[in-house]
Nanobody, 131 residues
Framework: EVQLVESGGGLVQVGGSLRLSCAAS????????IAWFRQYPGKERKGVSC???????AYYADSVKGRFTISRDNATTVSLQLNNLQPEDTAVYFC?????????????????????????WGQGTQVTVSS
């Protein structure tokens, strides 16, 4: 069974940090670009960061550059380190996987995009930043 499971969300004060993890099962994780999205209540999901399948190139939305870091921890996990968190970072965070032959991810205009639809999505993890 194919699964993406996010973890690591929680409640943190302004300026604090969290580390989100995206754990995969049921497919070859290294063959996929992995992206993180966030969704505010009543809004569409917006790309935050992604890491390519082949070279591990990282991309970030402008609003998180210098604060968030995406990395491949091992063959089944991608993490997103969130530092200096602000109230506007409060959202549900999702990870998604895109097969390398189907498309690529990239950043543009404070968003992260992909050249094709993502193949798999996780269920999300809540991040809440209190002021």
């Amino acid at each position: 069974e194919v699964q993406l499971v996010e973890s690591g969300g929680g409640l943190v004060q302004v300026g604090g940090s969290l580390r989100l993890s995206c754990a995969a099962s049921g497919f070859t994780f290294d063959d996929y670009a992995i992206a993180w999205f966030r969704q505010y209540p009543g809004k569409e999901r917006k790309g935050v960061s992604c890491i390519s399948a082949s070279h591990g190139t990282a991309y970030y939305a402008d609003s998180v550059k210098g604060r968030f870091t995406i990395s491949r921890d091992n063959a089944t996990t991608v993490s997103l380190q969130l530092n200096n968190l602000q109230p506007e970072d409060t959202a549900v965070y999702f990870c998604a996987a895109l097969y390398w032959a189907a498309g690529v991810c990239y950043s543009s205009n404070d968003d992260v995009h992909a050249s094709n639809d993502f193949d798999y999505w996780g269920q999300g993890t809540q991040v809440t930043v209190s002021s």
